[in-house]
Structure formats: structure tokens, C-alpha cells
């Protein structure tokens, strides 16, 4: 309980001073959440009037006050769209968990597998075309990524569409999948490569432990040997994975806005664009929640991961 407590207070503490910090660099800044959504000539005192209507002509401290006042009270609309900010997020969220969770769930199991295809081959045709393959995606920006796969599934071959989470006029769960392919498939792509690459070194350090080499001698079958490669692998693996899991929730975010995704991702690139302090900040805070909350279950899983290790 103690642990949870200080896990806790120590996850507030960081969130002030990265929310104070941020607030700071946004603040000074150039443009204003005033030219937002703006497409005509603003006059020198409409433009006075928003800023004194949205608290922006006060100090640095006046509106980092207010804003924790906000956020305390659960009352902070966003300065671009003046709605409260905590519907917004709870509009987007689900579609950015979808999106951050299933890729990152996927990139494991792809990664494990074709590492492991990759350890067992090693220096073959087949091991040198995939990570051929998978490095070349790798090198490749997580934006350009999403632009070739909208250029090619969605212009060329017109399989997926190429924006959007859901069809506007028929919100079906058979056309969510389908608006989630290319996101999930530009995510997945941008990371694999050196997952695998790494996937496929601790494998080869599992495969020359004496108790592996002892299984295959005493005609243990394949499939069970390979298991017990994966599991010894594991941790070390999934330890790697969730110290790079926030590089995955930044290409989530770039990928959400270059197909126009309802998600937390696109709405915070905006944000940032438009100096909307108060959605920016609420955004962050709740991007560190989650990269605080994967790394607490990946440590909880490395825990009992390793608990049975000893046990066996």
C-alpha cells in the first residue's frame, strides 16, 4: 500500500513540474489560440477582446494558477473550440487506447515471432530479407510511413480509406476496423525493425544456454523447446519494449494526425499549433498517466514472469 501511495505522489509531483515547464515553453511561444479556426482578417481590438476574454493579457503565474484552478475543479474548456476539455478527451480517448494498445500489442507479437524467425535462420536469405525489409520501414519517419500507405491502399488500390476513424454516415464496428488498418499498420511498421532486431539477439543468447542445447539432444519437440525460448526471452524483451513504449505513443500521435484520427494524438498536435495551453497541458498529463501505467504493468508482468522463473 505504501508502494502505491508513493508511486502516487510521486506521479502529482512530476506532473506539476512537467505541466509548469511545458506551460513555459507554450507561453513564450509565438501565436495565439485567438487565430484559431480564424479564416478572415482580425481587427486590432477584436483581437484585444478574446485576449482579455480568454485570460491570455495576464502574467505567466496568473494563468498557470487559473489553469490548475481548472483542473482541480474539473472545469477547463479548451481556448480554440470553448468546450470543457475533459469531454473532449473522453470523445478521443478511446479511439488513441485502441490505436496505442493494439499496435503495441501487435508489434510484440510480430516482433517476438519474426525475431525468433530470424535467431533460428540466422544469416539466411530469410533472415536478411526481413530485417532488409523491416529496417528500411524503420528509417523511414512515422508520417511518411502513413503518407505512402494512404498513397498506395487508399489513392492507388482504394482497399482503405484514408482519414477518419469511423464513417460518418454508417459508424458500424465493421468500418471502424476498417479506417484502423492503415493507422495500426503505419504504427506497427515505423517501430518493428529494431524491435526485431533486438528480438532476434536475445534469442540467439537463449539459444546457447546449455539447457536449451540439452532439450534439443534429448528430442524434446520443437514447438515446446521454442516456447521456452520465447519465455525466458520474455522479460527481457517486454522490458525493452516498455522503455520504449513513449516513442510509440509520440508515432501514435503524429500517425493520428496524418489520418485525421478522432484521437488524443491529433487533438494535442492542434493544440500545441494554436497555444491552447490549457487542452495542451490536460493532454500531456494524461499521455504521462499512460506511459506511467504501461511501465507499472510491465514491471507488475516482469515480476511474476520472474517469480516463476525461480519456481521452475
Not at 62 to 77: A, C, R, T, V
Not at 124 to 139: A, E, G, Q, R, Y
Not at 159 to 169: A, E, K, V, Y
Not at 278 to 286: D, E, G, K, Q, R
Amino acid at each position: 500500500m505504501i508502494y502505491f501511495i508513493k508511486k502516487a505522489l510521486s506521479f502529482v509531483l512530476l506532473s506539476l513540474i512537467l505541466s509548469f515547464v511545458l506551460f513555459c515553453l507554450i507561453y513564450y511561444t509565438n501565436g495565439s489560440a485567438v487565430y484559431a479556426n480564424k479564416s478572415i482578417l482580425l481587427s486590432k481590438s477584436f483581437i484585444d477582446n478574446e485576449l482579455k476574454r480568454l485570460g491570455l493579457n495576464e502574467g505567466l503565474f496568473y494563468q498557470y494558477f487559473q489553469f490548475l484552478k481548472g483542473l482541480i475543479s474539473l472545469d477547463l474548456k479548451s481556448l480554440t473550440s470553448d468546450k470543457n476539455i475533459f469531454l473532449l478527451i473522453k470523445e478521443r480517448l478511446f479511439n488513441s487506447i485502441v490505436l496505442i494498445f493494439g499496435g503495441g500489442f501487435l508489434m510484440l507479437v510480430f516482433g517476438i515471432l519474426l525475431g525468433l524467425i530470424s535467431a533460428l535462420m540466422n544469416k539466411s536469405l530469410i533472415d536478411k530479407s526481413i530485417n532488409f525489409v523491416l529496417m528500411l520501414c524503420f528509417c523511414l519517419p512515422s508520417f511518411y510511413m502513413g503518407i505512402l500507405l494512404i498513397l498506395t491502399f487508399s489513392i492507388w488500390f482504394e482497399l482503405f480509406p484514408s482519414s477518419l476513424s469511423n464513417d460518418i454516415q454508417n459508424p458500424t464496428f465493421l468500418n471502424y476496423l476498417h479506417h484502423l488498418i492503415l493507422p495500426l499498420s503505419a504504427l506497427i511498421l515505423s517501430g518493428l525493425g529494431i524491435l526485431v532486431s533486438f528480438c532476434k539477439n536475445t534469442f540467439i543468447q537463449t539459444l546457447n544456454k546449455p539447457y536449451i542445447n540439452a532439450a534439443f539432444l534429448m528430442g524434446f519437440k520443437r514447438r515446446r523447446v521454442y516456447f521456452f525460448i520465447i519465455y525466458d526471452a520474455f522479460s527481457s524483451i517486454f522490458g525493452y519494449f516498455s522503455a520504449n513504449f513513449i516513442g510509440l505513443l509520440g508515432s501514435s500521435y503524429i500517425i493520428e494526425k496524418v489520418f485525421s484520427y478522432s484521437g488524443i494524438g491529433s487533438l494535442f498536435i492542434d493544440s500545441l499549433i494554436f497555444k491552447d495551453y490549457p487542452l495542451s497541458l490536460v493532454l500531456i498529463i494524461v499521455s504521462f498517466f499512460i506511459v506511467s501505467f504501461f511501465n507499472f504493468l510491465a514491471l507488475f508482468l516482469e515480476k511474476i514472469i520472474f517469480a516463476k522463473k525461480e519456481a521452475l
